[in-house]
């Protein structure tokens, strides 16, 4: 099962669109997009929906050191 996490590699501010472009398949700058035009729209709730979703999702784990535990 693929699990949602924020990206190390693919980031702007906290990786919430780079992880969850990951995870679905879409290109992160899209979902950057929609996210601001949904801002906008919303007065500022998507802001807050950020937040959370910053304090929710998890990082990614470190590459570097699931290749030495699963190598060692």
Request: no cysteine; net charge neutral.
């Amino acid at each position: 099962m693929k699990r949602l996490y924020r990206s190390r590699k693919d980031r702007m501010l906290g990786g919430i669109f780079g992880g969850l472009g990951e995870h679905i398949d879409v290109d992160p700058n899209v979902l950057r997009l929609v996210w601001v035009v949904a801002s906008l729209i919303s007065v500022g709730f998507g802001i807050i929906v950020y937040i959370f979703a910053w304090i929710i999702i998890p990082e990614s784990p470190d590459e570097s050191l699931l290749q030495t535990t699963t190598s060692g």
